[in-house]
């Protein structure tokens, strides 16, 4: 499952293509060179269909995760952020790989080659007879391809990682669709689990608490905490450490393919803002 992730570190960004990275509340990681799979190389590629549990139980030697949610469809951002992890043992996805953006396919073709721990989101149950809310939705309910709703299909809605240090879910732990504002993250969130990991409010925070720590990694594909840059967080579990991350990518390219899509156009003017 170790997967190397590469990174070239770029310090000043003056126009949407030049790349910003930030760890928010850390010095930059040490990071290694990762050679990506292409898009017209997806199509040769052996995808894995890990079967998903509520407790994955094919894990290695995981001692840092990479955690990211609410992708959606956003492949450009999702890229960037993946050429800007430094080298972990696992990646995990708090949900909404799906919605709103252009490239759902690529997207969760991403999570799979990187055989990522996943839960659904809200947006994903829309594949499956859930709630279809806009036409991002719509979009990717008529181009996900059966491989890729397959895989997503299967993904739970809450998961184990690391032998119960991590637990996953969408919004809440009570329910998996509520808002879990920073503002509402308190301790009896917690359970068992060293660390909650949760999506959904696409807000960037941690909270550590004496029973343990609350992180929401924030939005890869659609920020809304008035920051554009993609989000995403590193967990070392040696002592629960969590660093908060935010990259920049070319925002100008995503609007373009969504404007070139059957998607709202206010589903592009939103990401220039992080709102």
């Known amino acids: 499952m170790l997967w190397e992730i590469n990174l070239i570190f770029l310090c000043v960004a003056a126009q949407h293509n030049s790349r910003r990275i930030v760890a928010v509340d850390h010095p930059r990681p040490r990071v290694s060179r990762r ?20 407790e994955r139980t094919d894990e290695q030697e995981v001692e840092r995760i990479g955690l990211v949610s609410d992708i959606h469809a956003n492949a450009v ?6 050429e800007a992890m430094p080298d972990v043992d ?21 999570l799979r080659t990187h055989d990522a721990y996943s839960v659904r989101g809200n947006h994903d149950e829309g594949l499956f ?3 279809v809310y806009e036409s991002g939705d719509e979009y990717a309910v008529e ?3 059966d491989a890729n709703r397959a895989w997503l299909e299967a993904c739970p809605a809450e998961l184990s990682v690391a032998n119960g240090q991590v637990k996953v879910v969408h919004g809440n732990p009570e329910d998996r669709f509520r808002y879990t504002y920073p503002r509402d993250f308190q301790p009896d969130l917690l359970g068992d689990e060293e660390l909650l990991v949760l999506g959904h409010t696409h807000y960037q925070e941690k909270s550590v608490f004496d029973d343990g720590t609350i992180v929401n990694p924030g939005s890869v ?4 905490d008035g920051n554009p840059d993609a ?12 660093t908060l991350h935010r990259v ?13 899509a059957p998607i709202g156009e206010y589903n592009a003017r939103r990401l220039e803002k992080g709102t």
């Open 35 to 54: 050679i990506g799979i292409r898009d017209d190389e997806l199509s040769k590629v052996t995808l894995p269909m890990t079967e998903h549990t509520a």
């Open 90 to 110: 696992a990646l995990v996805h708090a949900g909404d790989v799906i919605g709103y953006g252009p490239s759902p396919n690529r997207c969760i073709e991403l």
């Open 143 to 145: 181009t996900v391809t």
């Open 221 to 224: 594909g659609q920020p809304r």
């Open 77 to 82: 951002a999702f890229e960037a952020v993946l």
């Open 129 to 131: 007879g859930g709630q």
């Open 248 to 260: 920049s990518y070319d925002i100008g390219t995503v609007q373009q393919r969504i404007e070139e």
């Open 231 to 242: 989000a995403f967080a590193v967990v070392d579990l040696d002592g629960i450490e969590v």
